[in-house]
């Protein structure tokens, strides 16, 4: 398959996040449906929220919806702020073992007395379904199945939605954290794109950005990709999420890619908000049917 660009039109396609997730949902629903009917199985999702951030709360709650939507059980579990660490610690542990449970998600970021990396690492392997286990980056770094982070994975999908085969493409992706660089660059490596990891620090950070077929935008920093940064007919995915004060204290919402400037040149784009976001709660859906199957030793239903 030839990895030439399309040429810009002016006008970007828009890749609709939003979309995209409703379908996800859905056809993981049915997926649920199957799974009851043939196996009895009914995957579950257990979601910790500790203290009492708003957006986290705003958060659980939407997971929790979408999670019984698709047919799921919900087990939400939510601690004070002054919770020690070894209380959070005895609810993963508690979790760990309760076989209603496939997927367990620790809702960070976590008060300063909870040791984070310890939490992550204490929920099993098999029921990680945020991917953040060292095991299972590991098993991405190295090709082996495991539970894949739910933004980046998200933005796999859609970057074969809108593409097709990846292979041979040249990708960049602009941030490092574990989160989302990182597992980013080790799937497009997956799909045999020529890859390159750019950040803070990368000289001529432009230059490396105009030369990439994908630009995926995940520094956290507001508009920080310029319009002439972006290869023309480049497919763009902007993950951040940036809040920008206005008058009168309201805010809008913005990526890290200057949106109004790059669909100018970009082939394809995702917006802020109704692009990334949305895939983040499905493919986590995505993730613990995938681990309710496994744990049980039988494969995802066809939809």
Not at 120 to 125: F, H, K, Q, R
Request: net charge neutral.
């Amino acid at each position: 398959m030839t990895t030439e660009l399309p040429a810009a039109s002016g006008t970007a396609q828009i890749i609709d996040g939003k979309a995209f997730a409703a379908k996800l949902r859905g056809r993981i629903g049915a997926q649920v449906a199957a799974l009851k009917a043939e196996y009895g199985i009914a995957p579950g999702l257990a979601v910790v929220l500790v203290g009492e951030d708003p957006a986290s709360q705003v958060y659980v709650r939407s997971k929790g919806k979408m999670t019984r939507e698709a047919g799921m059980e919900a087990f939400d579990f939510h601690l004070p702020a002054s919770a020690s660490h070894d209380e959070v610690m005895a609810r993963v542990t508690t979790l760990n073992a309760d076989d209603r449970v496939h997927g367990i998600l620790v809702q960070l970021p976590l008060p300063p007395q909870v040791e984070e990396g310890a939490i992550i690492n204490a929920i099993d392997p098999a029921k990680d379904v945020d991917g953040f286990h060292v095991v299972n980056v590991g098993r991405l770094a190295t090709g082996l199945p495991g539970m894949v982070p739910c933004t980046p994975l998200g933005c796999l999908m859609m970057l074969k939605e809108t593409l097709g085969d990846l292979s041979g493409r040249r990708a960049l992706v602009l941030g490092r954290s574990n989160i989302v660089g990182k597992p980013m660059a080790a799937l497009l490596v997956r799909e045999s794109c020529t890859v390159t990891v750019a950040h803070s620090r990368t000289r001529d950070l432009a230059g490396e950005c105009r030369r990439a077929d994908i630009l995926v935008a995940a520094v956290g920093r507001p508009e920080m990709v310029r319009g002439d940064w972006i290869q023309p007919g480049a497919t763009v995915i902007d993950v951040g999420i940036n809040r920008i004060e206005q008058a009168e204290g309201k805010a809008r919402l913005v990526g890290d890619v200057a949106f109004a400037e790059a669909i100018e040149v970009a082939g394809a784009i995702t917006p802020v908000p109704g692009g990334v976001g949305p895939m983040t709660i499905a493919c986590l859906l995505a993730n613990t049917l995938t681990a309710a199957c496994r744990l049980h030793g039988v494969t995802v239903p066809d939809a």
